[in-house]
């Protein structure tokens, strides 16, 4: 986020400050775009379980929290500051809720940071099958979510990232480079690279030629 004429030109003063008021004013300008992070990124075994504006208001009492302890002006993206932190949220829910059943079911759950890229293709695949929903469709849907975790798996992490925050996150080419620390124009060209690959991986999966993922 940037200073422009609709937003607090001393928001990062403000919010240094500890000023709730103006954290929330940003907050909800920002609320559309964190939810939709939130749906992207939630395990699926939690879905019904755990409600996104629940995860969003978690996350606002810990981005409270960090500005009374920690804000400073080297911050100059209020909403990747904000996108950390939900990130952050997320990860100490799925370990709240999933660490003990994962250990049960001899299951390997993405939780820390450096996992980041194997849930990725967790989300992506989860994403892509939404379309196959009817109870016909069950079977296909589950081996077609196995099918896209191995293909997506295959790529190049970064190339995965960024097909992940541009397609899905709705991030900005500049706010990809921004978070994954490259040049635009890198992001840009593994941005198209990596919609190909995931043209040619959907073309592969049974059910999946018409979903319009790769669009």
């Known amino acids: 986020m940037t200073d422009t004429p609709d937003e607090p030109q001393d928001w990062r003063e403000r919010l240094r400050e500890g000023d ?6 940003l907050f909800s300008r920002c609320r559309e775009r964190l939810w939709r992070i939130v749906h992207f990124r939630l395990d699926a075994r939690l879905r019904g379980r755990v409600d996104a ?3 969003l208001q978690e996350a ?5 929290q960090r500005i009374r302890h920690s804000f400073t002006d080297s911050v100059d ?3 990747l500051w904000l996108r950390l932190i939900v990130n952050q949220t997320l990860i100490d829910l799925h370990r709240r809720h999933l660490d003990a ?5 001899g299951r390997e759950v993405a939780l820390e940071a450096g996992s980041e890229s194997r849930s990725t293709s967790v989300s992506v695949a989860f994403q892509l099958a939404g379309s196959l929903t009817s109870p016909s469709q069950a079977a296909m849907r589950a081996e077609a979510v196995r099918k896209l975790e191995e293909a997506l798996d295959s790529m190049d992490p970064i190339d995965r990232e960024v097909l992940a925050l541009r397609h899905f996150e709705e991030l900005s080419n500049s706010e990809v480079a921004a978070v994954l620390g490259i040049q635009q124009k890198a992001a840009s060209i593994r941005y198209v690279r990596a919609l190909d690959r995931l043209k040619r991986i959907l073309s592969r999966v049974p059910g999946l030629q018409e979903t319009g993922g790769g669009s």
């Open 101 to 105: 059943q994962a250990r049960d079911a």
């Open 20 to 25: 709730e008021e103006c954290l929330a004013e």
């Open 60 to 64: 606002y009492l810990n981005a409270a």
């Open 77 to 79: 993206n209020f909403f």
């Open 53 to 55: 504006d629940d995860v």
